[in-house]
């Protein structure tokens, strides 16, 4: 015993003193070796940069996609979908559900979105497995409009069995908007609904975001969405109506109804100098339709497609604008044009949910940006003229343009 205790105290007692001497020199030469050639593996990683514009880093964009024509700048990543026809089942993959799915399983804490119909499989079960997975996934979809199709219901009852929190909207007036929020760090918006049909049969556009201030605001009218617009729920005002970013881009954000929408697109019309162009599933605002009329005699460029299957119903602007020798044309594509854009003298362009309608300015749910961002404008640009060259060359359609489709973006 005496021995063993003995030897402990010789070890200890004689070996911890070298044992120190080692240590200091080993920190003081790995301290002198950052010094001299600049190592700093014992130190933390430096905080993820900003970019100038203002984004967050979120995790690299899909940008490549067979089934989408995709443009990346600064601050945004734009996708536009790319029809085919006919358009088969089978062949449904590498489209902008790709991207989007692609964003939802990189989510780590919640997923918010307010999407009209919602019934696509590859987004459903996107949004099924973050639920299971621990994610807070909530979404906010138009029950009342689409309730008649048994995919969409299947689709919700899904998601809800995973875990996601659904909130059936069940109003008359719909709710309208396209738009998911991750994590409260990147946002998608845009004029697709979560189906098929929008995605792999009609003309749309989506935009990928991660700016602070802009999704403040989409943070905001969520939760009153989610809330139905209870006393507690956030009010209608949008808290940052105006984000300016570090390179001079400005982003002015509205919300329906009466978020004031209409009178700032026709502001923007207005102000028209050079040219004005677009794209529009349905179009009954006859105070826009009076200011193209107005702005074609100035001599200001105006162009657009519009949706063929709503050029002839009660209130449509289309018939008048051809009337008053306008340079607008029915759409060429066999299903649907559903994009909702403008784009005006090359710099601003206008685009969202919104269909120009009085409905959707005073009681549908509706989101809007109006963006001031030449290098944004020519992608948008450079769609609408593809978009142009095939309304003057239409697609030969067969029988097979099912337009009646569920999911086909029938809506006001």
């Not at 967050?56 to 990346?72: D, F």
């Not at 804490?109 to 019934?119: E, G, L, Q, S, Y």
């Not at 709710?175 to 749309?204: E, P």
């Not at 005073?362 to 640009?381: R, V």
């Amino acid at each position: 015993m005496n021995k063993k205790r003995g030897s402990y105290r010789t070890r200890r007692a004689g070996f911890s003193p070298w044992v120190l001497l080692a240590g200091l020199v080993i920190v003081l030469a790995i301290a002198g070796a950052s010094a001299l050639f600049g190592a700093t593996s014992l130190l933390p990683p430096p905080p993820p940069s900003t970019p100038a514009s203002g984004a967050l880093q979120t995790g690299a964009p899909v940008t490549s996609l067979p089934r989408a024509n995709v443009a990346q700048g600064e601050w945004y990543t734009v996708y536009f979908t790319l029809p085919s026809y006919p358009e088969k089942k089978e062949s449904r993959s590498g489209g902008v559900d790709r991207a989007i799915a692609a964003d939802l399983e990189r989510a780590q804490k919640t997923i918010d979105a307010a999407v009209f119909d919602f019934r696509l499989p590859s987004l459903v079960d996107g949004f099924a497995r973050a639920a299971a997975r621990g994610v807070r996934v909530r979404l906010v979809t138009d029950y009342a409009a689409n309730r008649a199709a048994k995919d969409f219901t299947d689709a919700v009852d899904k998601m809800e069995k995973a875990g996601v929190q659904v909130l059936r909207d069940q109003r008359s007036s719909l709710m309208h908007n396209k738009f998911v929020v991750i994590d409260q760090r990147l946002l998608w918006t845009g004029s697709m609904n979560f189906t098929a049909n929008d995605v792999y049969r009609n003309n749309n556009n989506m935009l990928r975001l991660a700016l602070p201030a802009l999704i403040e605001n989409y943070n905001a009218r969520f939760e009153r969405l989610f809330q139905s617009r209870s006393a507690d729920a956030p009010g209608k005002e949008v808290p940052q109506p105006r984000v300016t970013l570090a390179n001079g881009v400005t982003l002015e954000n509205y919300f329906s109804p009466t978020g004031g929408a209409a009178k700032a697109i026709l502001d923007k019309l207005k102000s028209a100098q050079k040219s004005i162009r677009i794209t529009a599933f349905t179009f009954t605002d006859t105070a826009m339709a009076d200011v193209l009329k107005a702005q074609a005699k100035a001599k200001v460029n105006v162009q657009g497609v519009f949706e063929t299957r709503n050029n002839g119903a009660s209130g449509a602007e289309f018939p008048g604008l051809k009337r008053a020798k306008l340079e607008v044309l029915e759409d060429g594509n066999c299903y649907i044009l559903h994009s909702k854009t403008m784009v005006i003298d090359d710099r601003y362009v206008v685009t969202g949910s919104y269909n120009f309608t009085a409905n959707a300015d005073k009681s549908n749910d509706e989101n809007l940006l109006i963006i001031d961002d030449p290098e944004l404008a020519q992608e948008y640009t450079t769609e609408f003229n593809r978009i142009y060259a095939q309304a003057k060359n239409p697609t030969v359609c067969g029988a097979s343009n099912t337009l009646s489709d569920p999911g086909s973006g029938d809506e006001q």
